[in-house]
């Protein structure tokens, strides 16, 4: 089955810079990795998916990169505000058309 | 409407009662799901309905019992619950599979807390 991951469950950058985060991955059939946005008391927010026949998708300030030879994606933001503090967890399908298995989180905390 | 609606946002409940958590869309969406999440970490899927019917048990006790009655809606069921099962609950759906594109829109959920 899909098992996905992070690299680090916490990561603190100052306003205005840019925020990387890491995901690992362990099943090779996985072919669609979205990443979600959660704030504190709400639900996972969609911010943008990627396909495995995919290296790179950009979004609004946001770009997700898929490495499919060492089973990682990443999701950069760009001039981190205030307002994107929050987990942010990656999300994977394989296997089953209708399953996403979640990664652990990491949160983001941006500094004024 | 672009919003899965989850009522009510907060519970209580004894380990005695039966109570519903209810989710409801208007998007068209033909696959609606329930996620547990416990603090501080990420949703675990629960079930699956497609085309209004269960396609997806993840061995989840009976003590939760979902029901699909049409396409717009999804209730579950609360039944004799133990206090590890208090968690946020969230519904979610999406136009079909998954990997069609655009994941899932998930509700706000319900904040469960077994006594």
């Known amino acids: 089955g899909e098992s996905v991951g992070l690299h680090l469950p916490t990561l603190s950058v100052q306003e205005g810079d840019n925020s990387i985060i890491n995901c690992a991955y362990s099943?090779?059939?996985?072919?669609?990795f979205i990443w979600y946005k959660q704030e504190s008391g709400k639900g996972p927010q969609f911010i943008i998916d990627i396909r495995s026949n995919m290296d790179k998708r950009q979004g609004q300030r946001v770009t997700v990169l898929l490495n499919k030879t060492v089973k990682h994606l990443s999701l950069q933001i760009a001039a981190t505000q205030p307002g994107d503090s929050a987990v942010y967890f990656c999300a994977g399908s394989g296997g089953s058309n209708y399953k996403l298995t979640f990664g652990k989180g990491t949160l983001l905390t941006v500094n004024p | 409407d672009t919003e899965v609606t989850q009522t009510p946002k907060h519970l209580v409940m004894g380990m005695t009662n039966k109570k519903s958590l209810k989710c409801e869309q208007h998007?068209?969406?033909?696959?609606m799901y329930w996620y547990k999440q416990k603090a501080k970490k990420p949703p675990e899927l629960m079930f699956v309905?497609?085309?209004?019917?269960?396609?997806i048990n993840e061995s989840v006790p009976s003590r939760f019992s979902p029901e699909c009655p049409n396409s717009s809606l999804l209730n579950l069921h609360l039944h004799a619950l133990q206090p590890e099962d208090s968690a946020l609950y969230l519904c979610?759906?999406?136009?079909?599979?998954?990997?069609?594109?655009?994941?899932?829109?998930f509700g706000s959920g319900t904040r469960l807390t077994v006594v």
């Open positions: 998007m068209g969406h033909r696959a």
């Open positions: 099943n090779s059939a996985s072919d669609y």
């Open positions: 979610a759906s999406s136009q079909g599979a998954v990997d069609r594109g655009g994941g899932y829109t």
């Open positions: 309905y497609s085309y209004e019917k269960l396609s």
